[in-house]
């Protein structure tokens, strides 16, 4: 995945996995509040970033994680660390 | 404490259609929801190709991504037959179903054969790759009992009445005591089963399902002399059980009252069915229902076309009721429905007393004469007037069943 290519395949990633409407994909959407996604749904989230990226994603990683945005960037930051 | 227990609702998805009038309909005109398989041809060992698969049903709306996650299609079915069974019964939206007050007692044979495939894939693979949040839940023998739990909110107890073929006679017995006995007030009764290869390979592998490839609605063939096995077949069913005063005070429509539950076991063989304890398990509900077998005017057989299951069976009732009692299986019609079969039967067996005629066992065409003498119910069905009906289901492993209803007048 090329870096520029993250948030447009997080976003087709999610309108598929979650049934969720392409417009409400942004980077400022908040997980639980606008999408309605629930921790059972953040654990498969993290499931298909690992098939994504190639990379064992921590639940560290994702401590943080309100947003689309910080999502694109725990996906940006496990790209950058090399692959196994 | 005893209380009168009384069927309210009855909900369904099936072969032939997913309410009475259509499956009426279907039983009137003999007509059979067996189809070959086309794409079971690729397991050049299995030899049976048969199967009588749900017809095509649309969810609503409101089953969205949230509500299925967590399901197989067993759990869909188990879901939407309950909540079809609930409208008919008029208590969507009831707070009954949120007091507590309201159980479910639910089975199946088993979860969902995809998710458990995923599983199967990891111990082959040794990679958990497949596996998502919800593999196990969809998996779990109990997937359907809780995916219903979930959808309504209901708080009550949950009994998982996974006894294969007696999961839904199980469900509604269990579910009758359990209202009887002052625990709760309605209960969601039934079961489901979703179609995969496996349950048609458990039965090849054993040569009691039917290898009648090229005729497929003549398959199977309960009691005939020309019988060759089972045929798997697929649905679910729900039945409302509710206490009569309950069911009285707001004034809900009384389909019949759950008369006699019996329940035993074998603790003989595995597969091989034992005629004593079949007989046994008839005379316990007419026991618990406070009846003679003379009251009992029809008898609504597992008969599910293998040659020693129907033999045992037909012995069995013979003992019992004696030989002019008028019996038919409903299995010709929608094959072996397994976890659904029990509460498919007692749903249509009651329809039928309802409408004082009972459907044939389809293609029946010349009892076997190393079954017993029985009233067997062929052709275009039979006009009966009756009170009461018992409705009979035996499952591998040695569980015996038997349900007693009488007409609600």
């Avoid at chain 2, 010349?366 to 035996?394: M, W």
Wanted: glycine share 10%; charged share 20%.
């Amino acid at each position: 995945m090329r870096p520029q290519d993250v948030f447009q395949t997080l976003k087709d990633t999610l309108v598929e996995q979650f049934d969720l409407e392409p417009a409400k994909i942004t980077p400022e959407a908040r997980l639980a509040e606008d999408l309605d996604l629930d921790s059972i749904d953040a654990v498969d989230m993290i499931i298909k970033l690992q098939e994504m990226t190639g990379r064992k994603v921590s639940p560290e990683d994702f401590k943080s994680v309100r947003t689309v945005g910080d999502v694109q960037q725990v996906i940006e930051k496990l790209l950058s660390t090399p692959a196994p | 404490m005893s209380r009168r227990v009384v069927v309210t609702g009855f909900g369904g998805l099936t072969a032939l259609g997913h309410d009475w009038q259509s499956i009426s309909a279907s039983l009137r005109s003999n007509r059979s929801g067996v189809v070959r398989m086309q794409e079971w041809d690729k397991l050049d060992d299995l030899g049976s190709k048969l199967a009588a698969p749900v017809a095509p049903y649309t969810l609503p709306p409101h089953y969205d991504r949230k509500v299925r996650r967590s399901m197989a299609p067993v759990a869909v079915m188990s879901t939407r037959a309950s909540e079809l069974a609930l409208e008919d019964a008029g208590l969507i939206g009831d707070p009954i179903l949120k007091s507590g007050m309201t159980g479910i007692a639910y089975g199946a044979c088993a979860g969902g054969a995809e998710a458990t495939m995923a599983f199967g894939r990891m111990g082959e693979h040794k990679s958990l790759r497949g596996l998502t949040s919800n593999t196990y839940v969809q998996m779990m023998s109990h997937t359907g009992a809780v995916n219903i739990g979930l959808f309504f909110g209901i708080t009550g107890r949950v009994i998982p009445s996974t006894s294969a073929c007696t999961s839904g006679s199980q469900g509604i017995g269990f579910a009758y005591e359990t209202i009887k006995h002052g625990q709760q007030t309605v209960m969601i009764a039934g079961g489901a089963e979703e179609l995969s290869m496996g349950p048609t390979a458990v039965f090849d592998t054993l040569f009691a399902a039917s290898r009648r490839n090229d005729a497929p609605t003549t398959a199977p063939r309960p009691f005939d002399k020309k019988r060759d096995g089972l045929v798997i077949g697929e649905g679910a069913a729900t039945v409302i059980l509710e206490d009569l005063e309950h069911a009285k005070a707001r004034g809900a429509r009384i389909y019949a009252e759950v008369m006699g539950f019996g329940t035993n076991s074998d603790g003989a063989h595995i597969t091989q069915p034992q005629m004593e304890t079949m007989a046994r398990v008839m005379e316990l509900a007419l026991e618990d229902a406070g009846l003679p077998a003379s009251t009992i005017g029809y008898v609504n057989a597992h008969g599910t076309a293998t040659d020693r299951g129907d033999v045992a069976e037909s012995i069995a009732t013979q003992k019992v009721f004696g030989d002019s009692i008028p019996i038919s299986s409903l299995k010709g019609h929608f094959g072996h429905t397994l976890g659904a079969c029990g509460s498919l039967e007692a749903w249509l067996s009651i329809e039928m007393m309802r409408e004082d005629w009972f459907a044939p066992t389809l293609n029946l065409d010349e009892v076997d004469p190393a079954c017993a003498k029985l009233d067997y119910i062929t052709g275009e069905g039979r006009k009966l007037q009756t009170e009461h009906i018992i409705s009979n289901n035996f499952a591998f492993g040695g569980i015996n069943t038997a349900l007693i209803f009488k007409r609600w007048n």
